[in-house]
């Protein structure tokens, strides 16, 4: 069994930072590719950044220059570094990621989510 578990959201100012972590445990091979979704109150779900097993990466437009997705394949983590923050970057972040168990088999997974607030 796999599980993703976010962590890191919280209360933070306008131009403050926070990172967000995303763990991956259980019969784990490796993360293939890992993303980080938002999404706010009456909203529909929005990608934010993506990372490929060897580090390529992409990001939305609201993302671009500010956040910086990364990730440690020995840890079987992907982490969100969000700087500059934005009221508008107010969410619930999720951890969504392509998983190689043991089994041999890909599957995608959801972490629970991790709610960000940017407010002063």
């Known amino acids: 069994q796999v599980q993703l578990v976010e962590s890191g959201g919280g209360l933070v100012q306008p131009g403050g930072s926070l990172t967000l972590s995303c763990a991956a445990s259980g019969s784990i091979s490796s993360i293939a590719i890992a993303d980080w979704y938002r999404q706010a109150p009456g909203k529909q779900r929005e990608l934010v950044a993506r990372?490929?097993?060897?580090?390529?990466?992409n990001y939305a437009d609201s993302a671009k220059g500010r956040f910086t997705i990364s990730r440690d394949n020995a840890k079987n983590t992907v982490y969100l570094q969000m700087n500059s923050l934005k009221p508008e970057d107010t969410a619930v972040y999720y951890c969504n990621a392509d998983i190689w168990s043991t089994d041999s088999r890909l599957r995608a997974y959801w972490g629970q989510g991790t709610q960000v607030t940017v407010s002063s």
């Open positions: 990372i490929t097993y060897g580090g390529s990466t």
